[in-house]
């Protein structure tokens, strides 16, 4: 399940997208000693059907032998940015240019969204890049600012505390750990502010569309097709087998 999660972490948000009615398919590696089960490997493709909605995913080589995933049309499913820097229970504010602040009861921009959850949950940063800026100040916090590529900057604020080895020009990697949430500076609760900019100026991150990586490159496409096309037939005739063994209910 968390396998899964990751394979669609930049187009599927898995605490706030899912639905009820939501399916799935997985073709996954077995691996077996002396004939028994011990284990699972690889998924080697997957169908996930989110809100009416069918994305695919397809484990294939690219041109350098690198594995990665690719939608049936040969796109990266792998994007610049993550859906969400953490789990969070809520949204507990979204991008506004007018928002009743908590605390000063007056109206002011909002350019970030408030992810509530509980103290102490991991916060990852969602793309590659450098540490900015780490610090504390009286309104964020403990806070780290992260510059990627391309104009992009993103800031994580309240932090109670910061990830091991988190200092200025630190290199992040998409995914990693930097900090936790907290509620240090003005803060009513425990919740993590984060914020895009590019180029300085603010992007509502629910709405952003993020970059994808590198498609499978035109010389691999004939073979990247023909591998799809023998996944997705392992999928059907799965199916159509379970279909046929499926007890009555």
Known sequence: AVKLADIFAWDIDFIRDI??????????EKKYRNDKLVGYGRIKAAFFTNQQIMYKAFLFNDSDGIAGYYDENGKSLQKAFL???LSFSRISSKFSKRRLHPIFKEYRPHFGVDYAAPMGTPIMTVGD????????????GNFIKVRHYNGYTTTYM??????????????????NVIGYVGMTGYATGPHLDFRMKKNGRPINPLTH???SAKPVSPDRMEVFLAKID???NKVLMAEAVAGLTKSPT
């Open 83 to 85: 859906k969400a820097p």
């Open 209 to 211: 569309k993020s970059p």
């Open 129 to 140: 890049g450098v540490v900015e800026r780490i610090g504390v100040t009286k309104g964020m």
């Open 19 to 28: 639905r009820s009615g939501d399916q799935f398919k997985v073709l996954v």
């Open 158 to 175: 309240h932090m109670c505390r910061y990830a091991k080895g988190m200092k200025k020009n630190q290199r992040v990697t998409q995914g």
């Open 230 to 232: 023998q996944l997705s």
